[in-house]
């Protein structure tokens, strides 16, 4: 499975920005997708995930303000409302895939998302 972000750019607080991830190769086995995030100096933290059956599950500064989502063909989306000056980080698409082989992560390249004035 290979994942493709983009959307990511500089918006200003209390402004909105979608992010979308593209899956290709053996994305029919993909289960869960979420996005992740990663600011300067910090650890990667949970934004939001969402299994193939459309359940959310979303970080606690997101809630209200993020929405994922995902299509048919397995495109990953973030919509990102109310965006604020912490909100800046590189943000990575994930995919949790399993196949008679075995079940593993992969990590899209991560899109910067930059929210200032």
């Known amino acids: 499975v290979q994942l493709q972000a983009s959307g990511g750019g500089l918006v200003q607080p209390g402004g909105s920005l979608s992010l979308s991830c593209a899956a290709s190769g053996s994305s029919f086995s993909i289960n869960i997708m979420g996005w992740y995030r990663q600011a300067p100096g910090k650890e990667r933290e949970l934004v939001a995930l969402i299994s193939n059956t459309r359940s959310t599950n979303y970080a606690d500064s997101m809630k209200g303000r993020f929405t994922i989502s995902r299509d048919t063909k397995n495109t990953l989306y973030l919509q990102m409302n109310s965006l604020k000056p912490e909100d800046t980080a590189v943000y990575y698409c994930?995919?949790?895939?399993?196949?008679?082989?075995?079940?593993?992560?992969?990590w899209g390249q991560g899109t910067q998302v930059t929210v200032s004035s």
């Open positions: 994930n995919a949790y895939s399993c196949s008679p082989s075995g079940c593993s992560y992969h």
